[in-house]
């Protein structure tokens, strides 16, 4: 086999050039890294939610969690389908991501409301400073994976901040 048949057959020939899949796959490590992080935050408050609507919030912080945590495979894939190494560890996550880590103490109920409200409205700001990118690249699977991410964290924000009402 020629060395330039070699190289065609396990280079990555699927319409978008080298630098923008590596753009790309930048972009979706650090919503990977803010869905995880927002995954341990959310978790993290449904083991420790108390006071007088413990019971719900108990309960939509497991739906939430649980959501997250679907979620970050397919991103992860997507990084890897494109060529490139998903990140996998907390220090590489607590460089990626624009959340801060979940507070040692847990904060009242109504503050952790907040800290998720903050939450996914970060993590739709991340997707959605990518998506030009993905447009312009003409890479439908990850405008597509970041719609999908962007309709979840701003339905889930307004979820959130409704309970914040008087």
Known sequence: MSK?????????HIGISDKDRAAIAQGLSHLLADTYTLYLTTHNFHWNVTGPMFNALHAMFMVQYTELWNAVDPIAERV???????PGSYAEFGKLTS??????????????VRVLVQGHEAVARTARDLFPMA???????????????LTVHEQTAWMLRSLLED
């Open 4 to 12: 330039s048949s070699k190289t065609a057959a396990t280079g990555i």
């Open 99 to 112: 959340l801060p880590d979940a507070p040692a103490k847990p904060p009242k109920a109504l503050e952790m």
């Open 135 to 149: 447009d312009k690249a003409n890479d439908q699977p990850t405008a597509d994976l970041l719609t999908q991410r």
């Open 80 to 86: 890897r389908a494109l060529g490139h190494v998903a």
